[in-house]
């Protein structure tokens, strides 16, 4: 169930399962249930990424509403029975929408918190430059004994220029950790002001 928290209250919060911060503004848990929102509205939360296919349910989207939170869904099959492959391409509009920092503070989640939102995790590590050992020890340290050698291989395979090729009007760059960790800034940049500058020639 996860870490019981008290607020200022005394009323009971209670995290999503394997609920866990990725970074200032960026959290991953498991399917949130109403008796999770109370814990959930401490974060302040702009946006959800949802990684499964099935509908949200109507009482949590009351819920996002009355919070004025936005749910972003990516539907990602979790069929193990036969195996569905990750789609590349959601994956890479999920990663879009999570490294928009004008949609944090963001939630990641899809049933069990494990294997598509650890995919997706990995890959903002490859954005990241973190190194390749490092991403996959903690995919496997949150999906625990159930982790998927396909899921390594897709983080490994995953090809990170795409997403830096889709970015047309923001520029998405990372300052050093220090105490807060790495912090995602963005600025924006007209391209085609850019492209139609003159060239130097080579005298």
Known sequence: MGLIVDDSDGEVLI?????SMVEDGIYRSGFP?????GFLSTLNLRSIIY??????????????QSNNIKLFQFGIEGKTD???????DTVLSALRVLVDVRNHPILIHCKRGKHRTGCLVGCLRKVQNWCLSSVLEEYQKCAGL????????????????RL???LYSIIYQYNGYGLKRRKLLYQEENVVQEQQKPQATKG
């Open 146 to 161: 159930k982790w998927r050698q396909r899921d390594l291989r897709f983080i490994e395979d995953f090809d990170v220029l």
């Open 164 to 166: 830096k090729q889709c």
């Open 15 to 19: 995290p999503p399962p394997n609920f």
């Open 51 to 64: 990684l499964c296919p099935e509908p949200y349910p109507e009482d949590n989207l009351k819920s996002l």
């Open 33 to 37: 249930q109403l008796e999770n929102f």
């Open 82 to 88: 036969p195996p569905t492959p990750m789609p590349k």
